[in-house]
């Protein structure tokens, strides 16, 4: 199996699929020809419009779309839905021939193992998820702790109360690497600043990451206690962390996306510190890219800060007219890089 680093400027190359299937579409040859449908892109929950993990997926796809002039089409999950809609929608792509077909969260791990055999010839990706181990899978990771770690520190440098939050969008394994990254990056600055730390939610359909109201709730709670910096991942729950943060004037950190820059969050830009990136539209535009060339990625595809896989938005004029805390958080990053800092992921 291949293993490949992710950089949007840098594509690893995995074994291409074999020609034998079962699909109505073939994949790309050798020679580099495309003749797939386009890219199929299945979101998580929360959709397309969260400005933040499915956004970012979404801007992937445009990329892809624009430069390579692959079409392709998008589509939305529903609320309360089951692994076999998840299924169902990934085999309609396939079966109509859209290549790759990208599962945008961990969990369309089930749906993609069990569509992916039956389309040997079309490339999976799958977002967040490692699980999947096939020949036309690729599975595309991120080390969003070293982000996470990035976050903790501005965090700690911009926090004047000695008080920081962090919300997880849901209690799982994938979220706690966030929580980690988080705390060990606060602690690395100051051990005896104090660390407000929840999840919204036990499990995913219980609207973790789709529940702005949960998301403003929780900050609210953290605000009151004392927090004067908070960082979330919890998707489009996320929304309602900002708008909160917003509007008792302390500072926000966002996720995924660099959501200073997003439209729908532009009211509240000014309290957004920056976010920790994962580059989620680069991994999406890598695997389409490596598809249209004919040798698509396979295998763990895994950002990092070192590859640009994940990093740090520094969009806010405020946020870069504080040069401690950017030499902090520039400090911590090269140290990860250089292997100095390991970063712990629970």
């Keep these: 199996m291949a293993v490949s680093v992710i950089a949007l400027a840098a594509v690893g190359c995995g074994e291409s699929s074999k020609d034998a299937g079962t699909s109505d579409a073939s994949s790309s040859s050798a020679s580099g020809k495309y003749s797939g449908k386009g890219i199929g892109l299945a979101y998580d929950i929360g ?10 997926a979404y801007a992937g796809y445009e990329q892809a779309n ?22 169902q929608r990934l085999e309609q792509l396939a079966k109509a021939g859209y290549n790759p077909v990208i599962g945008v969260g961990y969990i369309y791990a089930g749906p993609i193992k069990e569509v992916a055999a039956k389309y040997p010839n079309i490339t999976f990706g ?28 501005a965090a700690a440098k911009a926090s004047k ?14 979220i706690h690497k966030f929580g980690a ?20 939610t036990e ?5 973790g990451f789709s529940s702005p109201d949960k998301g403003k709730e929780a900050a609210s709670g953290q605000i009151e206690k004392g927090a004067d910096v908070i960082y979330h991942a919890a998707g489009l729950s996320g929304q309602g962390v900002i708008s909160e943060a917003a509007s008792k004037k302390v500072w926000a950190i966002g996720v995924d996306s660099d959501q200073y820059n997003q439209s729908a969050l532009a009211k509240y830009k000014d ?32 950002g990092t800060l070192k590859t ?32 100095k800092v390991t970063v712990k992921t629970s």
């Design 126 to 153: 799958i977002i967040d998820d490692e699980t999947v181990k096939a020949a036309n899978v690729a599975d595309m990771v991120f080390s969003e702790e070293q982000a996470s770690y990035l976050a903790g520190v």
């Design 181 to 200: 990254g988080f705390e060990q990056g606060v602690k690395s600055v100051d051990p005896a600043i104090k660390i407000e730390s929840q999840y919204l």
């Design 271 to 302: 309290y957004i510190l920056g976010s920790a990136l994962k580059n989620v539209g680069g991994a999406v535009y890598e695997l389409a890219k490596s598809v249209h060339e004919g040798k698509p990625l396979n295998g763990t595809v895994r």
């Design 308 to 339: 640009g896989g994940v990093g740090f938005a520094d969009s806010n004029p405020k946020y870069k007219a504080m040069t401690d805390v950017v030499a902090a958080v520039d400090k911590a990053k090269q140290d990860i890089v250089d292997g």
């Design 66 to 87: 624009k430069e390579f002039k692959m079409g392709g089409t998008d589509i939305e999950p529903q609320d309360g839905e089951s692994d076999a809609d998840k299924t």
């Design 161 to 174: 109360a000695k008080h920081v939050g962090f919300i997880g969008g849901v209690d799982i394994p994938l």
């Design 47 to 56: 959709g397309k419009g969260d400005q933040s993990f499915n956004d970012a």
């Design 203 to 207: 499990t995913p359909q219980e609207g």
